[in-house]
C-alpha cells in the first residue's frame, strides 16, 4: 500500500506562487509514476503533471510554463511548484501515484487563487 500526503495548499494572490509536497509512504523510485491532479469546482478531476520513475515529465495544458514537477528520491517526495497563478487555477490538488496497475491518491490540498 502507497499512503501520500500532500501538504502546501492555501490562499494566494493572481500571479503569485506556491508549492505542493507530496510526501510518499514507499520509495518513490519504485513506484511508475506519480503526478498531480486537480479538480475544480464543478469540474471533473484532470492531469495537471506527472512524472515517471525514469524522470521524463509531462504537463497539462494549462500549466506548461507555468508549473513544475520535480521529485526528491532520497525523501520519497514529489513536488509542484506553481508560478504566475491564476484563479482558474483553484482546485483542490490531489497526489497520485501509480504502481503497475494500481492507483493510489492523497486527501488533497486546496489551493485557492484570488483575483
Known amino acids: 500500500q502507497v499512503q501520500l500526503v500532500e501538504s502546501g495548499g492555501g490562499l494566494v494572490q493572481a500571479g503569485g506562487s506556491l508549492a505542493l509536497s507530496c510526501a510518499a509512504s514507499?520509495?518513490?523510485?519504485?513506484?511508475?509514476?506519480m503526478g498531480w491532479y486537480r479538480q475544480a469546482p464543478g469540474k471533473q478531476r484532470e492531469l495537471v503533471a506527472a512524472?515517471?520513475?525514469?524522470?521524463?515529465?509531462n504537463y497539462a495544458d494549462s500549466v506548461k510554463g507555468r508549473f513544475t514537477i520535480s521529485r526528491d528520491n532520497a525523501k520519497n517526495t514529489v513536488y509542484l511548484q506553481m508560478n504566475s497563478l491564476k484563479p482558474e487555477d483553484t482546485a483542490v490538488y490531489y497526489c497520485?501515484?501509480?504502481?503497475?496497475?494500481?492507483?493510489?491518491w492523497g486527501k488533497g490540498t486546496l489551493v485557492t487563487v484570488s483575483s
Open positions: 514507499k520509495i518513490i523510485a519504485s513506484i511508475n509514476a
Open positions: 512524472i515517471t520513475s525514469g524522470g521524463s515529465t
Open positions: 497520485n501515484a501509480r504502481r503497475g496497475s494500481m492507483d493510489y
